[in-house]
Every structure is written in C-alpha cells, then in structure tokens.
C-alpha cells in the first residue's frame, strides 16, 4: 500500500520519479504527488492517479536533481489533495513521503500541539514530519540523526524519504514493516523504491534495507546506513534480474490479461531445473535444506491471505491427500491474534506474492519466536517475507502488476504441488507409478494451459457478454475444485464489482440455495472426478430452481453438458492437478466481464496489490 520512490544525482528527478509512480500504481492509487528540490522546494500533489497529477503540473517548473514522490493508498484521512504526499514539515523546510501507519501518531501530533504546532492534514505523515522538524532545530541535528531519533520514538510500520531544503545533497529514507530498496546508480546517483520496479530501467544494484535501518544517500555518490540503535552497517549490494519488458503491457490491453496469458510459461518457469519426470525427481533446495524436520513435521500451517490464502487451501488438499501430513490453513490476520498453538515441531508455510503482506509477515515473526519452522513460498524476490524465513523457494512468476492476481496463484499451486510430491515420495506416501504419473501431467502442465487459454477464449467472452448485468453469483465446487471456486468468485467481485460468493458445493444447501433463482447464475467447477456424481446432483439442485448454470468441466464430459446452461471444457489431467486449470477461465471470465462493464481492471477501486497495513 502506496508507493514510493526517490532520485538524486545528475539527470532531471522529475521524468523519474513520474515513471516511477506509474509502475508503483499498483500499490494505492488515490492521490499522487511529488516534491523537487530547485532553488526552492516544490511540492505538487494531486486527488487521484498519476495521470491527474501530471495533468495537474502541465507546465508548472519541475526542474531539479533531487526529488521524492509517492502514490497513496489512504489509511488516515480521506483521499484528497491535502492528505495526499508528500508532506512539508511546519517550516516547510523538510518533505517525506510515508507508506505504513504510525500508530502513536496522536500522542505526538498532541505533544507538537503544545509546542506551537499546527497541521494541515489528517495524515499521521505530517505529524512524523513535524516531529523530525521538531526534533532537528530543538537539538540542532542533521537529517539522518533527527530522522534516527524519531522513529526511535515512533510505533508502527513505516517507509519514509525526507529531504532537507536546507542540505540538498542529500537523502534520508528508513524501513521498519513497510519495504524500501535502494538502488545504486552511476557515480553520485541513487534511487529509493518501494520495489525495484522504478530502478531497473537505470541500475540493476540494489541494497535492500531491512527494518528498523536508515540510509543516507548523498550527491558526492556515499551511502551510510546505520540502525536505529545507531550502529552503522556495511550495505550489501544486489544484482537484481528483473527485466523492464517484464514491466510494461507487451501488447496486451490490461496487466491482467497479459498475466493470464504469461501462466503457460511461467508454470514452466516455476518448475524449470527442479524436476524431471523422465527422471523421476524433484529438488527444491529449500525444501532439502530442511527435508527431515518438514518431512516429520507434526503439523503443516499455512498463512496467507487472498489469493494467496487460497492457494494455501489447494496447498492443504495436496499435502494431506498425496503426502499424508496435517495441515491447517488460516488467514494470517486471525491466526496472529488469538493466540494459536504453535510449538517446535510444527512448519509454518507462509504463501505470499509480494512477500510483504503485514499480517503474513507478522504472524511468520510469532511462529518464529515461538520456534516453528518458516518456510516462505514468496513471488517477490528480496522481500520482507523472503529474507524473514529459514528456507523457502520463491515461485518465479516475474512481478505481477494487475491488482487482481492470477499468474502468482497458478505459481503457488505448482510450487506447492511439487513440495508436496516431494514430500509424498520421502515419507513413501505415493505409490510409485502415481508419483511418476503426476510428474509427467505435470511437465504437460504448460502446453496444456496453453491451449486451454486458446480454445476457451472465445466461449467464456460469449457467456461473459450474457450474465455481466447479474447483480449476484454464486461459485461452487467439491474436494479440489472448491479452494478454485473460491478463487474464482474471488476474481469477478474485485475487479467487476459484483458481488459473488464461492461455497462448497454441498453447502449450498445450507443457506445460499435460498438465493438461487432465474436471475442467479451459479458456475460450477466440476472438474474431479471422485466427487462427479455429488456435483451432477448440486446441478440438478440448482436446476430445479431455475437457476443458470455454467459448468467448468473436463473434455468429453457429456453427461453435464446435458444439464448445464454453457459449459467451458478444459484439458484432461490428474485430479490433483485440475486447480491449475479449471482456475483459468475463471481468471478470463472475470476479466472479460469487468472489461464489458467498463470497470478498470488492473486498478480496481479501493484495492491495492500490496498490503503493507494490518
Ligand atoms: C491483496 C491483493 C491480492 C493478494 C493479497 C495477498 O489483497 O490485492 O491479490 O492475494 O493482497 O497478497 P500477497 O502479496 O501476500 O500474496
């Protein structure tokens, strides 16, 4: 949630710092604004997205080589052009942008109150801002050390860059629960992200700041970063492989379709170089690091949210169907706060695509003080979660930009399918020729999605186009098919703004069946076999009370296709891998009915891709 960036150095911040708010869109996108450094300190901001903001500026001087900029996601005041960053301090002398919640802000902002401060926002920014200010003509200190010495009184999470007018060669930023990169440029020249995103196109070196650190980048090309406690460390340069082509739209309207289209081979990606059927292994390095104690866990918990959360559930299916283990999903935001049971000899999985998700972090950090295992199945390479764990495999999906998320889940699942064959064979849970069998599906995964995404483009736009204007819908399915129903229903309400529900197939008799009429249309995921004669008669349920039904099925399936309304037929495959299929159209049936009724797709209202706020 928003997002930052920063530049100092020789070329002109504001192309930059612009292109840098755009790629971070994805992250908040109710108000935008920048700050540059000239003879004086400029400041515009603007209610809205990064388009309004440029629009707004037109022809307005935004000359300078120093520059901070951020895109909100609102937490404390409305969205508007006043709380919107970034935020003077009262004598307008410094300027931050802030991504996190500072929790104490009040207690603060009543203390400033007393000495004469006002504010003009709502934000718990301009009190941080105010308070460094406060903190650095009360005791005469520089930047760096006045920042240091307020978050050391602050609580909460944050990502702040501040800049002094009155010392222009210079950059302070700081982290604690909310991400910030530094990016190390030609002589002289830095960069502050909240991802990589804004720098790859200049540099590919990156320092990764970890919390409760502060960097000082200067003009004269030094860095200094210290901890809060004031001990001063030695920065670790990264090279980073993210590439910029992966950044842009390739052709394709929105993100999300091209991410939808990009599963094929990021599938393959995921499973490149750690397995072979022809061979009959699989080789997670993280996995084999702790292979004993996983393998003998006496639990497997899952922590995750959203999708991610959902891929955890298919997660669970797997590991307890092939690999014969115990495990428990939970949200990350409920497991962190009532106090769960976690001992030595439970793992904990945390599933994550930006490995920066607040409560996921933050219920890995109880897990691991209590002495489980971390184990992180994280998309972001560098992140919070990622260097937080004691091992895990990151999914290699390549970022993910539309809000809604799709080529991260598949990615998930087909991590956590090979975790749980690999698992599967070391405990001697799978027979050997299921253990080759599913190997091989699996390296047909690929192709398969491929002509999948091919054959059912045109089918799911056609049932798209006839029920865009439902108001309700309902998603149902049984063993693996329901975590997808889930998922799927998941995809139309974020990003279409219908409201739909995924449920249990057999539970639809327990309440949502009251909701079913000619005006309900209800999609059915009918894709595993050994529950296939249940769901034909949940068909029939609905049927009975004239609701219409869309059925994802498998090719050849004739018996349902009688029954249903429209019918979408995916490729055959083993059971435990029908997931990652029978999500796909679901994925393009969202999209092409947010499309049709003129919904933004990749920046669905109120939503934001990273959720670094609890
Ligand atoms: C937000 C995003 C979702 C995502 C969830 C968890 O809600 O909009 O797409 O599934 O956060 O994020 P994570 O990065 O931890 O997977």
Same mark, same amino acid.
């Given at each position: 949630?928003?997002?930052?960036?920063?530049?100092?150095?020789?070329?002109?911040?504001?192309?930059?710092?612009?292109?840098?708010?755009?790629?971070?869109?994805?992250?908040?996108?109710?108000?935008?604004?920048?700050?540059?450094?000239?003879?004086?300190?400029?400041?515009?901001?603007?209610?809205?997205?990064?388009?309004?903001?440029?629009?707004?500026?037109?022809?307005?001087?935004?000359?300078?080589?120093?520059?901070?900029?951020?895109?909100?996601?609102?937490?404390?005041?409305?969205?508007?052009?006043?709380?919107?960053?970034?935020?003077?301090?009262?004598?307008?002398?410094?300027?931050?942008?802030?991504?996190?919640?500072?929790?104490?802000?009040?207690?603060?902002?009543?203390?400033?109150?007393?000495?004469?401060?006002?504010?003009?926002?709502?934000?718990?920014?301009?009190?941080?801002?105010?308070?460094?200010?406060?903190?650095?003509?009360?005791?005469?200190?520089?930047?760096?050390?006045?920042?240091?010495?307020?978050?050391?009184?602050?609580?909460?999470?944050?990502?702040?860059?501040?800049?002094?007018?009155?010392?222009?060669?210079?950059?302070?930023?700081?982290?604690?629960?909310?991400?910030?990169?530094?990016?190390?440029?030609?002589?002289?020249?830095?960069?502050?992200?909240?991802?990589?995103?804004?720098?790859?196109?200049?540099?590919?070196?990156?320092?990764?700041?970890?919390?409760?650190?502060?960097?000082?980048?200067?003009?004269?090309?030094?860095?200094?970063?210290?901890?809060?406690?004031?001990?001063?460390?030695?920065?670790?340069?990264?090279?980073?492989?993210?590439?910029?082509?992966?950044?842009?739209?390739?052709?394709?309207?929105?993100?999300?379709?091209?991410?939808?289209?990009?599963?094929?081979?990021?599938?393959?990606?995921?499973?490149?170089?750690?397995?072979?059927?022809?061979?009959?292994?699989?080789?997670?390095?993280?996995?084999?690091?702790?292979?004993?104690?996983?393998?003998?866990?006496?639990?497997?918990?899952?922590?995750?949210?959203?999708?991610?959360?959902?891929?955890?559930?298919?997660?669970?299916?797997?590991?307890?169907?092939?690999?014969?283990?115990?495990?428990?999903?939970?949200?990350?935001?409920?497991?962190?706060?009532?106090?769960?049971?976690?001992?030595?000899?439970?793992?904990?999985?945390?599933?994550?695509? =930006?490995?920066?998700? !607040?409560?996921?972090?933050? &219920?890995? *950090? +109880?897990?691991?003080?209590?002495? /489980? #295992? @971390?184990?992180?199945?994280?998309?972001?390479?560098?992140?919070?979660?990622?260097?937080?764990?004691?091992?895990?495999?990151?999914?290699?999906?390549?970022?993910?930009?539309?809000?809604?998320?799709?080529?991260?889940?598949?990615?998930?699942?087909?991590?956590?399918?090979?975790?749980?064959?690999?698992?599967?064979?070391?405990?001697?849970?799978?027979?050997?020729?299921?253990?080759?069998?599913?190997?091989?599906?699996?390296?047909?995964?690929?192709?398969?999605?491929?002509?999948?995404?091919?054959?059912?483009?045109?089918?799911?736009?056609?049932?798209?186009?006839?029920?865009?204007?439902?108001?309700?819908?309902?998603?149902?399915?049984?063993?693996?098919?329901?975590?997808?129903?889930?998922?799927?229903?998941?995809?139309?309400?974020?990003? =279409?703004?219908?409201? !739909?529900?995924?449920?249990? &197939?057999? *539970? +639809?008799?327990?309440?949502?069946? /009251? #909701? @079913?009429?000619?005006?309900?249309?209800?999609?059915?995921?009918?894709?595993?076999?050994?529950?296939?004669?249940?769901?034909?008669?949940?068909?029939?349920?609905?049927?009975?009370?004239?609701?219409?039904?869309?059925?994802?099925?498998?090719?050849?399936?004739?018996?349902?296709?009688?029954?249903?309304?429209?019918?979408?037929?995916?490729?055959?495959?083993?059971?435990?891998?029908?997931?990652?299929?029978?999500?796909?159209?679901?994925?393009?049936?969202?999209?092409?009915?947010?499309?049709?009724?003129?919904?933004?797709?990749?920046?669905?209202?109120?939503?934001?891709?990273?959720?670094?706020?609890?």
């Amino acid at each position: 949630m928003c997002g930052i960036v920063a530049y100092i150095g020789k070329k002109e911040a504001y192309p930059i710092l612009i292109k840098g708010l755009q790629r971070l869109e994805y992250r908040g996108y109710d108000s935008a604004g920048v700050a540059l450094m000239n003879a004086d300190l400029n400041v515009y901001k603007k209610k809205g997205k990064v388009n309004d903001l440029i629009n707004f500026i037109g022809e307005k001087d935004t000359a300078g080589h120093v520059g901070i900029g951020h895109t909100r996601w609102a937490t404390h005041g409305k969205p508007d052009d006043i709380n919107a960053h970034p935020h003077y301090s009262g004598n307008h002398r410094l300027v931050i942008v802030h991504n996190g919640i500072i929790e104490n802000y009040d207690i603060i902002k009543k203390a400033l109150e007393r000495k004469g401060h006002t504010f003009t926002s709502q934000t718990d920014t301009e009190v941080l801002v105010h308070f460094i200010e406060e903190l650095q003509t009360h005791f005469f200190l520089s930047l760096e050390e006045a920042v240091r010495k307020a978050l050391s009184r602050v609580i909460g999470a944050y990502a702040i860059v501040v800049i002094d007018k009155n010392d222009p060669t210079k950059i302070v930023g700081a982290r604690k629960g909310s991400p910030l990169v530094v990016g190390v440029g030609e002589e002289g020249e830095f960069f502050m992200a909240s991802d990589a995103s804004p720098i790859v196109e200049y540099t590919k070196r990156v320092i990764y700041l970890n919390d409760e650190e502060i960097a000082c980048v200067s003009s004269d090309g030094s860095i200094v970063v210290k901890t809060i406690q004031n001990q001063e460390l030695t920065p670790m340069v990264h090279e980073i492989e993210l590439e910029i082509e992966m950044l842009e739209k390739g052709g394709y309207d929105h993100f999300m379709l091209k991410e939808i289209h990009e599963q094929p081979t990021r599938i393959a990606d995921c499973m490149r170089g750690r397995m072979s059927a022809e061979e009959g292994w699989i080789k997670l390095s993280g996995l084999e690091e702790h292979l004993s104690r996983i393998a003998n866990a006496e639990r497997i918990i899952m922590v995750a949210c959203g999708t991610s959360w959902h891929a955890a559930l298919v997660g669970e299916y797997l590991f307890e169907d092939l690999a014969r283990i115990p495990v428990e999903v939970e949200y990350a935001s409920e497991f962190r706060y009532r106090n769960p049971i976690i001992g030595e000899k439970d793992v904990v999985i945390a599933m994550s695509q =930006s490995g920066e998700t !607040a409560d996921t972090l933050a &219920a890995l *950090e +109880m897990a691991k003080d209590r002495g /489980a #295992l @971390i184990y992180g199945v994280v998309n972001v390479v560098g992140s919070s979660i990622s260097r937080l764990t004691d091992a895990g495999s990151y999914i290699h999906a390549g970022p993910e930009i539309g809000v809604a998320s799709t080529k991260a889940f598949t990615g998930q699942v087909t991590l956590l399918t090979m975790m749980a064959l690999a698992l599967a064979n070391t405990r001697g849970k799978i027979k050997t020729s299921y253990y080759h069998q599913l190997l091989s599906e699996m390296e047909a995964l690929p192709h398969k999605v491929e002509q999948l995404l091919q054959e059912v483009d045109q089918v799911v736009k056609y049932i798209a186009e006839e029920i865009k204007d439902a108001q309700n819908m309902l998603y149902l399915g049984r063993g693996y098919s329901f975590p997808v129903a889930l998922e799927g229903a998941l995809k139309l309400k974020e990003i =279409s703004y219908i409201h !739909a529900e995924g449920y249990p &197939a057999a *539970e +639809m008799k327990h309440g949502p069946i /009251a #909701l @079913i009429d000619e005006n309900m249309p209800v999609i059915v995921v009918c894709t595993n076999k050994s529950a296939y004669e249940k769901i034909v008669s949940n068909i029939q349920e609905v049927k009975a009370r004239k609701g219409m039904v869309i059925a994802i099925v498998t090719k050849g399936d004739t018996t349902i296709k009688e029954l249903a309304d429209y019918t979408i037929e995916i490729p055959e495959t083993v059971e435990p891998l029908t997931p990652l299929l029978s999500v796909i159209p679901l994925q393009l049936l969202s999209y092409y009915i947010a499309v049709m009724r003129g919904c933004d797709v990749d920046q669905p209202r109120n939503l934001a891709k990273s959720v670094t706020v609890e």
